[in-house]
């Protein structure tokens, strides 16, 4: 077998080249390298991908069989440079020439590594780290090749260099510190600098990105979670009650007497128009406010260096929780190494966010806004009895809400309320008036027309142009309340495979409500099982309403009121939410199935 140690540019012969015909870019190395489990190579980079072809004289056929076994194909292959996170050179050693093969030829000469990221072909959603090890008996011409590898790596120009992350060691089942040092050495191999606090507390995560300054925020790439929804929600929040800055959506009326509740719909009128925003810096209170008194909020000069949206900035999230429902929605994987990989490639994706404003946390309060933000969900009734009951129970870990769930389905509650939300005129379905079709208990039809959120979503990236001056009316449901839930993506998670609401999206500018009218015990437990079943109809339901909108307001008639916002217990007698269309970005790719 002969070898060629040498090193050529912008050769545009060689067998490499005829692979891609209608690739434009021309080369610019091309060299013979002995490939580990391959065997001889031309090596072929161009500025946007790294492609190999065999030479291995040994067999023409496209694949190599030993001792019985059936090795990978010869045939032409490659990486693109968008999916190589790092390149180094190992120095001296063996590089097996031969598959496979224990009578196979080993060579030693000097080496580098490619490592790049790579599917699964089983789980196209999960993504998996490979690594492909060349061979040269010159080290300059290694050398070589890792150098201009690290050029075209460093125009990924979309790629984290410094990160900010926050490990929770006591979420999910406490092994956010293991899953880190799983996945750390993945950010050092990519020459990522990373920042690591570990929580010591609830809210220390918050406390800890208050107190950075804007300029220093503006230093990192993103700032990372390591834990579950929880702890996204609480850095989001940190983030953005300073430096987002928008109009309130309008509050809730005022009803001092005693209101009839019999499921009614009621239409409303054109929605009010909101109030210019005000900034604050305070946890608990509001930015923004269309009734509040200038006097009555923190008078807090607002950082210009940053703020949202903001088209640099990302958020991260690894996933160790209970449910990771916002990781499993915007990677379609629940996997520590599909997420960091993804983080270190630099993808990025828009995620809507609502705004949750509170009013009144109960029937004698003051009125007093504060603002909560949330990625994925609010619920009330069902979702904030279990969150209540949930928190009894801490010590079981994920089992608790199993528990819980159970103790709540089982008392079978229900609420009195006022829910009043923002019916866009544009919007066509072939649903009826009240925003869903006429079901039948048992037939549970599948919607043919349900387009979940993928990859590249159609959906998510039309550039819909909100007009502020567009007619939209306020539609008010008023009745007995099993649940009331607010969804801003699908919510899938291990519990509901295809979460809340399957076809929702990731950056479409919609929140889905969920109203689910007071009924039998036994017609509830169809709807929870058809939520935990995959290709399940859980809104299929005469008692079920379910509406796309951007805001509506929620007025509690009884004296207890807990929602459910992120996996955190938030009293609101009051309540308002509307939501803001890819207000952030995150490290994520989006579901690949």
């Known amino acids: ?63 190599s069989c030993c001792l019985g076994i059936l090795y990978a194909s010869k045939s032409d292959t490659f990486i693109k440079i968008s999916e190589v996170y790092a390149v180094e050179f190992i120095d001296f050693g063996l590089i097996h020439e031969n598959p496979g093969c224990l009578s196979g030829h080993s060579s030693e000469m000097y080496r580098f590594k490619v490592h790049g990221v790579q599917m699964s072909k089983g789980q196209p959603s999960l993504w998996t780290p490979v690594v492909y090890t060349f061979g040269h008996d010159n080290k300059e011409t290694c050398k070589t090749w890792v150098n201009k590898i690290k050029t075209f790596l460093g125009i990924e120009t979309d790629r984290p260099k410094n990160l900010l992350v926050f490990v929770n060691p006591m979420s999910g089942k406490r092994n956010g510190c293991q899953i880190w040092e799983n996945v750390a050495p993945l950010f050092s191999q990519a020459e990522v600098k990373t920042k690591v606090i570990v929580t010591e507390r609830a809210g220390h995560a918050f406390d800890a990105m208050t107190s950075i300054t804007s300029r220093e925020l503006a230093s990192y790439d993103g700032v990372v979670a390591v834990g579950g929804d929880g702890l996204f929600n609480e850095i989001l929040n940190s983030v953005l009650l300073s430096r987002h800055k928008a109009p309130y959506p309008p509050a809730p009326p005022d009803h001092d007497q005693t209101v009839d509740t019999h499921n009614d719909i009621v239409d409303s009128g054109p929605t009010v128009t909101m109030a210019e925003p005000l900034p604050s810096r305070e946890d608990e209170s509001p930015l923004l406010s269309s009734s509040l008194d200038e006097s009555q909020v923190p008078n807090i000069a607002h950082d210009p260096e940053i703020s949202f949206p903001n088209d640099q900035f990302r958020f991260g999230l690894i996933p160790s929780g209970s449910t990771d429902a916002i990781v499993i929605c915007t990677t379609g994987a629940r996997d520590p190494v599909t997420s960091a990989l993804q983080i270190i490639i630099g993808k990025k994706l828009r995620l809507d966010i609502a705004q949750i404003v509170t009013w009144k946390t109960s029937q004698i309060s003051k009125h007093e806004p504060r603002v909560r933000y949330t990625a994925s969900f609010a619920g009330y009734g069902f979702y904030g009895d279990v969150i209540t009951e949930s928190e ?67 959906i998510c990236n039309t550039n819909q142009t909100s007009d502020s001056h567009q007619e939209s009316k306020l539609v008010t449901v008023k009745g007995r309340f099993l649940s009331i839930g607010a969804a801003v993506i699908s919510c899938r998670n291990e519990k509901a495979p295809d979460g809340l609401v399957a076809d929702a999206h990731l950056s479409d500018g919609f929140l889905h409500l969920i109203l689910i009218k007071d009924c039998p015990r036994a017609f509830y437990l169809w709807h929870l099982m058809q939520l935990a079943r995959k290709g399940g109809s859980p809104l299929d339901f005469d008692f079920v309403e379910h509406y796309k909108t951007t805001t509506f307001t929620f007025t509690s008639y009884g004296e207890e009121s807990v929602w459910n916002v992120d996996g955190e217990v938030l009293l609101a007698h009051k309540l308002s939410a509307q939501v803001f269309r890819g207000l952030v970005n995150v490290f994520a790719s989006g579901p690949q199935t």
Request: hydrophobic share 30%; proline share 5%.
């Open 392 to 458: 009894k129970y801490r010590w079981m870990g994920p089992k608790r809400y199993d528990y819980a769930g159970t103790k709540v389905f089982l008392r079978h509650r229900s609420y009195e309320a006022e829910v009043a939300f923002t019916k866009v005129e544009h919007e066509k379905t072939d649903t009826q008036a009240n925003g869903r079709k006429l079901k039948t208990f048992w037939g549970l039809p599948k919607d043919p027309k349900r387009v979940p959120c993928r990859v590249n979503c159609h």
């Open 1 to 63: 077998m002969q070898r060629n140690p040498g090193c050529s540019s912008d050769v545009d012969d060689s067998p490499a080249n005829t692979q891609y015909e209608g690739e434009e870019k021309p080369s610019i190395l091309t060299s013979n390298f002995f490939m580990d489990q391959v065997g001889e190579i031309v090596l072929t980079l161009k500025s946007d991908m790294l492609s190999w072809n065999s030479l291995d004289s040994l067999s023409n056929e496209d694949s």
